[in-house]
Protein backbone atom coordinates (compact mmCIF):
# COMPACT_ATOMS: atom_id res chain seq x y z
CA UNK A 1 0.00 0.00 0.00
CA UNK A 2 1.65 3.51 -1.19
CA UNK A 3 0.81 6.70 0.72
CA UNK A 4 1.21 9.85 -0.74
CA UNK A 5 0.79 13.54 0.02
CA UNK A 6 -2.43 15.41 -1.73
CA UNK A 7 -2.10 19.21 -0.75
CA UNK A 8 0.39 20.92 1.56
CA UNK A 9 -1.95 23.62 2.88
CA UNK A 10 -0.74 26.72 4.68
CA UNK A 11 -1.60 24.86 8.61
CA UNK A 12 0.57 24.63 12.02
CA UNK A 13 1.48 21.37 11.46
CA UNK A 14 3.47 19.70 8.06
CA UNK A 15 1.83 16.28 8.29
CA UNK A 16 0.01 16.03 5.04
CA UNK A 17 -4.09 16.26 5.44
CA UNK A 18 -5.21 14.14 3.62
CA UNK A 19 -3.59 10.18 3.12
CA UNK A 20 -4.52 8.10 0.19
CA UNK A 21 -3.27 4.33 -0.15
CA UNK A 22 -4.24 1.87 -2.89
CA UNK A 23 -4.22 -1.42 -2.67
CA UNK A 24 -5.48 -3.94 -5.17
CA UNK A 25 -8.21 -1.82 -6.93
CA UNK A 26 -9.18 0.20 -3.46
CA UNK A 27 -7.83 3.79 -2.95
CA UNK A 28 -8.29 4.69 0.80
CA UNK A 29 -8.42 8.23 1.55
CA UNK A 30 -7.96 9.28 5.11
CA UNK A 31 -8.87 12.59 6.52
CA UNK A 32 -5.34 13.60 8.98
CA UNK A 33 -6.10 16.51 11.20
CA UNK A 34 -6.90 14.42 14.10
CA UNK A 35 -5.80 17.11 16.34
CA UNK A 36 -8.82 19.31 14.89
CA UNK A 37 -11.46 16.01 14.70
CA UNK A 38 -10.85 16.26 10.73
CA UNK A 39 -12.50 19.34 10.87
CA UNK A 40 -13.39 20.17 7.07
CA UNK A 41 -11.34 23.01 6.59
CA UNK A 42 -11.16 25.03 2.67
CA UNK A 43 -7.71 23.07 2.48
CA UNK A 44 -8.80 19.53 3.46
CA UNK A 45 -12.00 19.87 1.45
CA UNK A 46 -9.85 20.91 -1.61
CA UNK A 47 -7.74 18.28 -1.12
CA UNK A 48 -9.97 15.80 -0.89
CA UNK A 49 -11.95 17.05 -3.86
CA UNK A 50 -8.41 16.84 -6.37
CA UNK A 51 -8.18 13.33 -5.16
CA UNK A 52 -11.76 12.34 -5.69
CA UNK A 53 -11.70 14.04 -9.17
CA UNK A 54 -8.58 12.13 -10.14
CA UNK A 55 -9.79 8.78 -8.95
CA UNK A 56 -12.84 9.58 -11.20
CA UNK A 57 -10.39 9.30 -14.09
CA UNK A 58 -8.84 6.65 -13.16
CA UNK A 59 -9.83 3.17 -14.33
CA UNK A 60 -7.49 1.03 -11.80
CA UNK A 61 -9.79 2.30 -8.96
CA UNK A 62 -12.69 -0.14 -8.28
CA UNK A 63 -13.81 1.28 -4.56
CA UNK A 64 -13.05 4.32 -2.70
CA UNK A 65 -12.80 3.72 1.21
CA UNK A 66 -13.12 7.09 3.49
CA UNK A 67 -11.47 6.91 6.80
CA UNK A 68 -9.97 9.57 9.02
CA UNK A 69 -7.23 9.37 11.41
CA UNK A 70 -7.49 10.08 15.24
CA UNK A 71 -10.02 9.91 17.58
CA UNK A 72 -13.39 11.01 15.38
CA UNK A 73 -14.14 10.63 11.91
CA UNK A 74 -15.08 14.35 11.07
CA UNK A 75 -16.48 17.03 13.82
CA UNK A 76 -17.79 19.03 10.40
CA UNK A 77 -16.76 22.32 9.32
CA UNK A 78 -14.12 24.51 11.17
CA UNK A 79 -15.63 26.81 12.94
CA UNK A 80 -12.06 29.21 13.64
CA UNK A 81 -11.53 28.99 10.27
CA UNK A 82 -14.64 30.25 9.42
CA UNK A 83 -15.16 33.06 12.02
CA UNK A 84 -11.49 33.93 11.34
CA UNK A 85 -13.95 35.58 8.11
CA UNK A 86 -16.82 36.71 8.79
CA UNK A 87 -17.95 37.78 5.72
CA UNK A 88 -21.04 36.40 3.69
CA UNK A 89 -18.72 36.12 0.45
CA UNK A 90 -16.35 33.63 2.65
CA UNK A 91 -19.18 31.80 4.20
CA UNK A 92 -21.02 31.48 0.36
CA UNK A 93 -17.61 29.86 -0.58
CA UNK A 94 -17.55 27.42 1.52
CA UNK A 95 -20.78 25.94 2.18
CA UNK A 96 -20.61 25.63 -1.84
CA UNK A 97 -17.08 24.34 -1.62
CA UNK A 98 -18.91 21.67 0.28
CA UNK A 99 -22.09 20.91 -1.73
CA UNK A 100 -19.66 20.52 -4.21
CA UNK A 101 -17.73 17.89 -2.52
CA UNK A 102 -20.71 16.07 -1.89
CA UNK A 103 -22.05 15.85 -5.35
CA UNK A 104 -18.41 14.67 -6.20
CA UNK A 105 -18.80 11.86 -3.98
CA UNK A 106 -22.64 10.98 -5.26
CA UNK A 107 -21.30 11.74 -8.70
CA UNK A 108 -17.64 9.64 -8.29
CA UNK A 109 -17.98 6.13 -10.96
CA UNK A 110 -16.61 4.43 -7.91
CA UNK A 111 -18.56 3.41 -5.42
CA UNK A 112 -17.65 5.17 -1.94
CA UNK A 113 -17.42 3.59 1.36
CA UNK A 114 -16.91 5.81 4.12
CA UNK A 115 -15.58 4.13 7.65
CA UNK A 116 -16.86 5.22 10.41
CA UNK A 117 -15.36 5.73 13.87
CA UNK A 118 -15.77 8.21 16.95
CA UNK A 119 -17.59 11.06 15.86
CA UNK A 120 -19.43 12.19 12.63
CA UNK A 121 -21.19 15.17 13.72
CA UNK A 122 -22.50 18.59 11.33
CA UNK A 123 -20.55 18.14 7.94
CA UNK A 124 -19.05 14.71 9.09
CA UNK A 125 -22.30 13.38 9.47
CA UNK A 126 -23.29 14.75 5.91
CA UNK A 127 -19.69 13.32 4.51
CA UNK A 128 -21.27 10.20 5.82
CA UNK A 129 -24.72 10.41 3.99
CA UNK A 130 -23.17 11.24 0.73
CA UNK A 131 -21.08 8.22 0.56
CA UNK A 132 -22.99 5.21 -1.04
CA UNK A 133 -22.34 3.03 2.01
CA UNK A 134 -21.03 3.41 5.44
CA UNK A 135 -19.84 0.67 7.94
CA UNK A 136 -19.23 2.16 11.32
CA UNK A 137 -17.46 1.30 14.72
CA UNK A 138 -20.06 0.04 18.12
CA UNK A 139 -18.78 3.21 19.68
CA UNK A 140 -19.30 5.64 16.33
CA UNK A 141 -22.00 8.33 17.46
CA UNK A 142 -23.84 10.77 14.74
CA UNK A 143 -25.55 14.35 15.51
CA UNK A 144 -26.30 17.19 13.28
CA UNK A 145 -25.86 19.55 16.50
CA UNK A 146 -25.82 23.14 14.69
CA UNK A 147 -28.81 24.21 16.43
CA UNK A 148 -26.81 23.88 19.50
CA UNK A 149 -24.75 27.06 18.42
CA UNK A 150 -27.45 28.87 16.97
CA UNK A 151 -26.46 27.18 13.11
CA UNK A 152 -29.10 24.93 11.73
CA UNK A 153 -27.75 22.38 9.93
CA UNK A 154 -28.72 23.06 6.45
CA UNK A 155 -26.85 21.82 4.04
CA UNK A 156 -25.62 18.53 5.64
CA UNK A 157 -29.78 18.09 6.11
CA UNK A 158 -29.85 17.49 2.12
CA UNK A 159 -28.05 14.36 2.55
CA UNK A 160 -29.21 13.19 5.53
CA UNK A 161 -32.82 13.66 4.66
CA UNK A 162 -31.96 11.18 1.51
CA UNK A 163 -29.92 8.92 3.28
CA UNK A 164 -33.24 8.62 6.39
CA UNK A 165 -36.79 8.78 6.84
CA UNK A 166 -37.97 12.58 7.49
CA UNK A 167 -39.24 12.20 10.93
CA UNK A 168 -36.04 10.65 11.75
CA UNK A 169 -33.95 13.54 10.27
CA UNK A 170 -35.96 16.56 11.64
CA UNK A 171 -35.67 14.69 15.14
CA UNK A 172 -31.68 14.99 14.72
CA UNK A 173 -32.02 18.56 13.50
CA UNK A 174 -34.33 19.75 15.59
CA UNK A 175 -32.63 18.38 19.06
CA UNK A 176 -29.15 18.10 17.68
CA UNK A 177 -28.40 14.89 20.23
CA UNK A 178 -26.20 12.45 19.28
CA UNK A 179 -27.56 9.22 17.84
CA UNK A 180 -25.38 5.32 18.50
CA UNK A 181 -24.53 3.32 15.91
CA UNK A 182 -26.97 1.17 16.43
CA UNK A 183 -29.83 3.57 16.12
CA UNK A 184 -28.02 4.94 12.92
CA UNK A 185 -28.34 1.54 11.82
CA UNK A 186 -31.73 1.31 12.27
CA UNK A 187 -32.41 4.90 10.66
CA UNK A 188 -30.52 3.51 7.15
CA UNK A 189 -27.72 6.02 7.92
CA UNK A 190 -24.94 3.25 7.76
CA UNK A 191 -25.32 -0.29 6.32
CA UNK A 192 -23.16 -1.98 9.74
CA UNK A 193 -22.04 -1.70 12.93
CA UNK A 194 -19.19 -3.68 13.90
CA UNK A 195 -16.71 -3.72 16.93
CA UNK A 196 -13.71 -1.45 16.37
CA UNK A 197 -11.31 -4.35 15.85
CA UNK A 198 -12.85 -5.46 13.23
CA UNK A 199 -13.60 -2.46 11.25
CA UNK A 200 -11.24 -2.30 9.42
CA UNK A 201 -11.73 -6.03 8.32
CA UNK A 202 -15.53 -5.58 7.70
CA UNK A 203 -14.84 -2.60 5.23
CA UNK A 204 -11.92 -4.67 3.40
CA UNK A 205 -14.46 -7.21 2.65
CA UNK A 206 -16.99 -5.04 1.53
CA UNK A 207 -14.50 -3.15 -0.55
CA UNK A 208 -13.40 -6.44 -2.08
CA UNK A 209 -16.50 -7.93 -2.63
CA UNK A 210 -17.65 -5.22 -4.54
CA UNK A 211 -13.89 -4.63 -6.69
CA UNK A 212 -15.05 -7.66 -8.17
CA UNK A 213 -17.74 -6.51 -10.12
CA UNK A 214 -17.70 -5.42 -13.74
CA UNK A 215 -16.31 -1.52 -13.17
CA UNK A 216 -18.72 -0.39 -16.22
CA UNK A 217 -21.83 -1.73 -14.76
CA UNK A 218 -21.01 -0.34 -11.15
CA UNK A 219 -20.69 2.90 -12.81
CA UNK A 220 -24.06 2.64 -14.92
CA UNK A 221 -25.60 1.35 -12.09
CA UNK A 222 -24.66 3.55 -9.27
CA UNK A 223 -25.54 6.90 -11.85
CA UNK A 224 -28.83 5.56 -12.28
CA UNK A 225 -29.64 5.14 -8.86
CA UNK A 226 -29.12 8.31 -7.54
CA UNK A 227 -31.15 9.38 -10.84
CA UNK A 228 -34.24 7.58 -10.46
CA UNK A 229 -34.41 8.25 -7.35
CA UNK A 230 -35.59 12.12 -7.83
CA UNK A 231 -38.24 11.12 -10.42
CA UNK A 232 -41.45 10.18 -10.11
CA UNK A 233 -42.37 6.21 -10.06
CA UNK A 234 -43.42 6.43 -13.74
CA UNK A 235 -40.58 8.28 -15.02
CA UNK A 236 -38.25 6.19 -12.94
CA UNK A 237 -39.26 3.07 -14.74
CA UNK A 238 -38.73 4.87 -17.91
CA UNK A 239 -35.45 5.64 -17.36
CA UNK A 240 -34.54 2.48 -15.72
CA UNK A 241 -35.73 0.71 -18.82
CA UNK A 242 -33.75 2.29 -20.76
CA UNK A 243 -31.08 2.17 -18.72
CA UNK A 244 -31.55 -1.64 -18.60
CA UNK A 245 -31.71 -2.24 -22.27
CA UNK A 246 -28.36 0.49 -22.82
CA UNK A 247 -26.46 -2.00 -20.43
CA UNK A 248 -27.32 -5.28 -21.99
CA UNK A 249 -25.63 -4.25 -24.71
CA UNK A 250 -22.73 -3.57 -23.17
CA UNK A 251 -20.16 -6.46 -24.06
CA UNK A 252 -19.33 -7.32 -20.12
CA UNK A 253 -23.21 -7.96 -19.42
CA UNK A 254 -23.11 -10.42 -22.54
CA UNK A 255 -19.97 -11.69 -21.03
CA UNK A 256 -21.67 -11.81 -17.38
CA UNK A 257 -24.73 -13.42 -18.23
CA UNK A 258 -22.87 -16.35 -21.16
CA UNK A 259 -20.39 -16.78 -17.54
CA UNK A 260 -23.17 -17.67 -15.32
CA UNK A 261 -25.08 -19.80 -18.10
CA UNK A 262 -21.73 -21.55 -18.46
CA UNK A 263 -20.96 -21.83 -14.52
CA UNK A 264 -17.39 -19.72 -14.57
CA UNK A 265 -16.21 -16.68 -13.31
CA UNK A 266 -16.27 -13.94 -15.73
CA UNK A 267 -13.69 -12.05 -17.03
CA UNK A 268 -14.73 -8.06 -17.06
CA UNK A 269 -13.85 -6.39 -20.24
CA UNK A 270 -15.04 -2.93 -19.52
CA UNK A 271 -17.32 -2.45 -21.92
Not at 72 to 90: I, K, M, T, Y
Amino acid sequence: MSTIETARPAETTEAPILLRGDDKGIATLTLNRPAQRNALSHALMGALQRELDAIGGDPAVKVVVLAAAGPAFSAGHDLRELRADPSRANYRATFRQCSDLMLSLTRLPQPVIARVHGIATAAGCQLVASCDLAVAAEGARFATPGVNIGLFCSTPMVALSRAVSRKAAMEMLLTGDFVSAARAHELGLVNRVVPADRLDAEVTALARTISEKSPLTLKIGKEAFYRQADLGLSAAYDYASEVMTTNMLARDAEEGIDAFLQKRAPTWLGC
